[in-house]
């Protein structure tokens, strides 16, 4: 499942992504002039998902397919190599949006743009087989399913455009921001308890997703871990309002806030939900939905808006 990137195939029609704002604090990314770097040669060959990926000359007309694929690229100062993006990649705001679409590729109008390289985050309709037709070099670039997989895709990004000391720096500056965050977080003698809502039907994320991954970091735990079917709905599983009551989480951290409207008020009116201790307590924490479906510099965002929660609640 690409769930960073898109919503899962079981409720994307319900839940689909508004325009992003600039949340939780975030800088824009600097667009610094290109120029080759040590580590920069080509023609270079980049490993992703799509195998080895011959790179004959330094591009300067890419095409991103994936919102986060866009922020990285930005994040490591091929801002001006770029030439399209599609209509999801809305920040940062001077990246070039288009009609494009990752979720149902035109390769008329992607070739149209007469791209050196395109980027996408799924092989969606055989389009990395159709674009090499035009011998168009394509890296497949997949939701994240753990940290180093941002570190490794900042890398590749970094190789394929001539920015490899850029990337090396940009993942620098994630560990050590990670780091710093996870080390501000309060102490907690047992882990805290969340739910995690990805839409209003109630898919969730388990702990084992790379978002879970990320709030383990606080010394959090997904109260979907226990839910019936988790595993085999790829740490993705669809709960109950009943078992979300039930297991009373600490936390309720919604990622529907932008698309659904959700908040802390629509949910202490769900029904039942107004005595959980989370909503009692004024733990319902609201993230944009674009940077929670993401996996690319903005990561640390999410972390730090989670852990100013905590820490101004004394660490529940």
């Known amino acids: 499942m690409r769930v960073l990137s898109r919503r899962p195939a079981a409720f994307a029609a319900a839940a689909a992504l508004a325009a992003a704002c600039a949340a939780c604090g975030s800088s ?4 610094p002039p290109a120029s080759p770097v040590a580590g920069s040669s080509f023609p270079a060959t980049v490993s992703a998902a799509n195998g080895a990926v011959h790179i004959a000359s330094r591009p300067t007309a890419i095409v991103s397919l994936s919102p986060t694929s866009t922020e990285m690229l930005y994040a ?4 001006s190599q770029v030439k399209a993006v599609d209509s999801d990649s809305d920040y940062p705001p001077q990246a070039p949006m288009t009609k494009l679409s990752g ?3 035109n390769v008329e109008a992607i070739v149209g743009y007469k791209p050196d390289l395109v980027v996408v985050d799924g092989n969606t309709g055989g389009l990395i087989k159709s674009l090499a037709a035009f011998k168009i070099p394509v890296l497949e670039l997949p939701a994240a399913t753990k940290l180093s997989d941002v570190y490794a895709q900042f ?4 190789r394929a455009t001539g920015h490899l000391a ?7 500056r994630l560990r050590s921001q990670l780091a710093r965050i996870a080390a501000e977080a309060p102490h907690q003698a047992k882990p805290l308890t969340y739910y995690y809502e990805l839409d209003q039907t109630y898919y969730s994320v388990t702990s084992d997703t790379f978002v879970g991954q990320l709030l383990h970091l606080l010394g959090m735990k997904s109260i979907a871990d226990t839910a019936t079917g988790a595993a085999a709905a790829g740490g993705y599983p669809q709960l109950s309002p009943e078992f979300i009551i ?3 989480p600490d936390y309720i951290i919604l990622a529907d806030t932008v698309c659904c409207h959700q908040s802390a008020a629509t949910v202490a009116s769900r029904s039942g939900w107004s005595g959980l201790t989370a909503v009692k307590d004024g733990h319902v924490i609201a993230l944009n939905d674009d940077i929670a479906s993401r996996w690319g510099p903005r990561i640390t965002d999410l972390l730090q808006t989670v852990e100013t929660a905590i820490a101004k609640d004394g660490g529940a």
Do not use: C, H, M
Not at 28 to 31: D, H
């Open 28 to 31: 824009q990314p600097a667009t």
């Open 76 to 79: 490591i100062g091929a801002g």
């Open 103 to 105: 979720f149902q590729p």
């Open 155 to 158: 890398g590749e990004l970094g």
């Open 166 to 172: 850029q990337a090396g720096r940009e993942n620098a």
């Open 246 to 248: 039930k297991a009373n």
